[in-house]
């Protein structure tokens, strides 16, 4: 079956640590976005890329960082500069630019909590 | 300023009633679509209906349908004959055509909690 593999689903990190989630997806898709979501609140948008070796900012970039090495593979790092990382962390993907009205996939999320 | 705005963040409904879940969103361009998901408690966002500043009909998919008001910009869910199962948060989200970037903007989201 098709779809987006996010691992790991739950992630401790000790402060001042870097941590990487991987993101997985066989859609064949070109477009692939990291998401955070606080609790209670919508999705907001850190990274995307439209392109294996391109990727941008979205709207809270700051202490994270991606590859995108392959088509499938999306992962994010957390980076210790973020300074408040523990939430809840989602990877999507679309068809890309040409198909701009087609819905994006999401994976299952992985939940990191700083301890 | 807010792209997408929801401003119902919980709400109620008895078990086979019918409920809406509203939404505006904002923008410029001529050529956008607009989209709910569906977040159980589970965390996993489900993909529910789909439309199109073009389309001329509302869209509709079995229990769901979107009442789209294009003049007013509100692109709002109708779930008819609500189930327990229908429990869950519920996002409005717009992609714009002018979006170089292709991404989803999503708003703070809608609890609906229902009844038996």
């Known amino acids: 079956d098709g779809g987006i593999t996010q691992s790991p689903k739950y992630l401790f990190r000790k402060e001042g640590q870097n941590v990487t989630l991987s993101c997985e997806q066989n859609l064949n898709h070109d477009a692939m976005y990291w998401y955070r979501q606080d609790p209670g609140q919508g999705l907001r948008l850190i990274y995307y890329s439209q392109i294996v070796n391109d990727f941008q900012k979205g709207d809270i970039a700051e202490g994270y960082s991606v590859s995108r090495e392959k088509k499938e593979s999306f992962p994010l790092t957390v980076t210790s500069a973020q300074k408040n990382p523990t939430a809840f962390y989602l990877c999507a993907s679309s068809m890309g630019p040409l198909s701009p009205y087609t819905e994006a996939f999401f994976g299952q999320g992985t939940r990191l909590t700083v301890v | ?116």
């Open chain 2, 1 to 116: 300023a807010q792209k997408i705005t929801q401003t119902q963040p919980g709400m109620f409904v008895q078990e086979k009633e019918a409920v809406t879940l509203d939404c505006t969103y904002d923008t410029s361009d001529q050529s956008y679509g607009l989209f709910w998901y569906k977040q159980p408690s589970s965390g996993e966002m489900i993909f529910l209906i789909y439309q199109g500043s073009y389309d001329e009909q509302n869209a509709t998919e079995g229990r769901y349908s979107l009442n789209f008001q294009k003049a007013r910009k509100s692109a709002n869910l109708v779930i008819s004959a609500s189930q327990l199962g229908d429990s869950a948060m519920y996002f409005c989200a717009m992609r714009e055509g002018n979006n170089a970037g292709n991404m989803l903007t999503f708003g703070g989201g809608t609890r609906l909690m229902v009844k038996p």
